[in-house]
């Protein structure tokens, strides 16, 4: 069946034994756009059916993180949205994505 990891994920990880529906609290889940010690950029493609992880692109080319490879796991929290018409600081307004989130931790995410 296919999945949509932007709307079929959800946000708030379920308890790990799979046997109840009980929410871990603080736990999230996350999905990654940009690999830690890459630089590719990928971004869940919010106007596609689905919404696959693709290859980020501007203007026809694709695009990179271009500040050396990233030092952690970049992507997004599922089933979150920042609003353009939201202020959530001082004039600082949302991109019109999902949440972008990242994860540290001592490992890369397999690709």
Known sequence: TPVSPW???????????????????????FICEIPKWTRAKFEIATNI???????????????????GDMCWNYGAFPQTWESTKVNFME????????????EIGMRQMAT
């Open 91 to 102: 004039n600082i307004k949302g991109d019109n994505d999902p949440l972008d989130a990242i």
């Open 49 to 67: 059916p689905l919404n696959p992880i693709k290859q980020d692109m501007k203007n026809g080319l694709p695009r990179f993180y271009h500040h």
């Open 7 to 29: 709307h079929d994920i959800p946000l708030s990880v379920e308890n790990v034994i799979r046997t109840r529906t009980d929410r871990q609290p603080n736990s999230f889940n």
